[in-house]
């Protein structure tokens, strides 16, 4: 038995205690919803261990968890006389390694939870003292107000609280660049904000757009989507896209380089290239998730499963006009993205319905997909840009008309002691890990063959730990049949280095050289699995989030062909590959987007405007082209996405078109402002 086991009992124990009946004493907390049933601790928590201090001169235990890198504290009054005192009591707690930004206090018990201000929280380095916490003889929490769930009930809340309820409900999300504006849009003085919710509901209409706003370029009949299409096919026939590229998009008027039939990266001059199967310059430039179903709506399941949890009600009230068994439309409840399915199931969202498909099948009709497929090859070309990027449909993907980029996704044995957004880290020393990376290649042969397609990336924003020996230490919380750990306990073993169960005790240094072994192993094995499937098939890397972790970047660099991240911010002018390093680099997503175009999330990067958004956009490509080592940007996403939130709750602003598939003006004028003098730019830019 372990301590974790020995601990749980214990806390479960406490949780059985008597439920203080007194009502909470006013503490300066701020109510903050009420707290969704879910078992304590979860599975993936891990007890980091427990202390005991004096609040109020009486004993309290402080058992403390580890959840996704972060704490959770629970507390309680656990001396002899913790029963004599029913109620709670207000004191100050000392908390040991707090990283928490906004923290709340949770009775689980009551389903109470309160905000704790910053006011009451002192930072003393690397702990903190929380005052005026309510405390009792059973349980309380303390967690980071991301990681606690709320109760949902559609009927019984204000339009505010609604609409609060899609996407990371309590938080306020500040920009990730730019002037750092709200991500999502403030709507308690809205108009509609004090309507009654009998009234409000439902919100969304039948194309999927918010019922209570209007906006340039809303859609309100499906008169208006056909006459769409003719006015666009009349801006693509005046700007049928830039005369000096190949069939691949290359650049025809660029210094040529070896043809191979396949694309490859070389230096030229200092400054890093892709070069296309018929040996011109390419530089790639284009929209991910390039799909009819960039709107996909789950109508229930939660959101916030199952990295957060709560119960959340199926939302078919708040959809207008949903059709019925029998309608044409109806197909679109079968209708799906296949790399992003997989998303919806995890979280139970096992009824949806595709707004963005039905309304292209409003705008086209019957023959609706090729029309639109045709219409991405077109309007790519138009607005200067080359590349359809990863998950997108691999239908359009495979017409041959555009270079593309695709993603497979490691499905081995993970690591049982780690975690992730997406999903743990997959284990490299399991020799299901070659395997995994085969099988998925193999589903998309006709792609991974294919002289159009550019490369693969190989998972997406894996989470490697925030300090270098998190991911040996995860190896060590995983049960003894883990390979990876397997592997850890032999290497110690070697040194003299005995386990005893206690991950404290190993050397800091043994850790951190682990977690570089484990890395070089995952990255060495993925790069063997691509090539044995097709020896000119480009690894694109693993897309790490922003910036990426040193040690995994380092190892990266080392064995992919080209180095993948997902980087939002404003400019790339600076940016370079940590440590000196030096290869090929291609950003696999960045975005703008704004609250006025009736969505209510605008996107990682809020530009506050659709002129701001155009602005900021050029601004970004540009800079990348004149960086030395950026050899492609690839905007997230083509279209944007549900209005009312995607599996996640994602609910952005940041397509080139919308979610009844007509582009917005201003982000196609920039568009073609950067995508039309694409080389002329990239071949002026610096050479190191």
Known sequence: MT????????????????????????????????????????????????????????????????????????LWYSGKDAQAHPGYEPGDVVLDGFNLYVPVWVDPQTGEI??????NIVRQGARAVLKGIPLAAAPVLIANTDLV?????????????????????????RSWAGKRLLVKMPVANEPWAKMETRDFLPCFDK????????????????????????EEEADLAAHPGPADRDRYGGWTKGPKQRATGRFYPKKIDGKWWLVDPEGNLFWSWGAVRVTPSSALTPLNGNPRTPCVGGAMP???????????PGDPLAQFYGTYDALLLPFYLKRGETRRFDFSAANLYRKYGADWFAKFA????????????????NSSDLRICLQDRTPYAERVEVSSRPIAGSWGTWKKFRDPFDPTFRTSILEALAKQSRAAHDPWCIGFFIDNEIEWGAKPADLA????????????????????????????????????????????????????????????????????????????????????????????????????ADWRLPDGLDAPVLIGEF??????????????????????????????????????????????QFSDQATSGRFDGEHFQVGWTDICDRPYPETVRALREVGYPLYETRMAGKNR
């Open 3 to 74: 301590r974790r086991h020995i601990y749980i009992g214990i806390l479960f124990a406490a949780l059985a205690a008597p439920a203080a009946e007194a009502a909470r004493p006013a503490s300066g907390l701020e109510p903050d919803g009420r707290y969704a049933e879910r078992a304590f601790p979860a599975p993936d928590d891990h007890l980091l261990g427990r202390s005991k201090q004096t609040v109020n001169g009486r004993e309290v235990t402080c058992a403390t968890y580890e959840r996704q890198s972060r704490k959770i504290y629970a």
């Open 114 to 119: 309160g905000r704790v201000p910053a006011t």
């Open 149 to 173: 769930p709320r109760q949902t009930v559609w009927e019984e809340m204000t339009p505010v609280e609604i609409v609060d309820a899609l996407y990371r409900p309590h938080q306020e999300m």
């Open 207 to 230: 194309f999927g757009q918010f019922k209570w706003r209007e906006w340039p370029g809303k859609t309100h009949s499906e008169a208006e989507l056909r006459a769409a299409v003719r």
């Open 314 to 324: 199926d939302r078919d009230v708040l959809f207008e006009g949903l059709p019925k």
């Open 374 to 389: 045709d219409s991405c090859h077109r309007r790519l070309r138009s607005w200067g840009a080359n590349t359809i990027a």
């Open 473 to 572: 230490r995860w190896t060590l919380r995983s049960p003894d049949d883990q390979p990876a750990k397997i592997a850890f306990l032999k290497r110690l073993a070697a040194k003299g280095i005995a386990w005893t169960g206690d991950e404290d005790k190993i050397p800091e240094a043994e850790l951190v050289a682990f977690t570089d072994a484990l890395v070089e192993e995952y990255f060495k094995r993925t790069r063997e699995a691509v090539k044995e499937f097709d020896k000119g098939l480009l690894y694109l890397g693993c897309r790490f989030a922003g910036n990426g972790r040193p040690w995994a970047v380092k190892a990266c660099a080392k064995y992919a062909d080209v180095v993948s991240f997902n980087i939002y911010t404003d400019t790339l």
């Open 591 to 636: 975005h703008f987007g704004a609250h006025d175009r009736g969505l209510f999330g605008s996107g990682l990067v809020n530009a506050g405007s659709q002129e701001g958004r155009a602005a900021a956009l050029k601004a970004y490509v540009e800079s990348a082209l004149r960086n030395p080592q950026i050899v492609g940007v690839h905007w997230h």
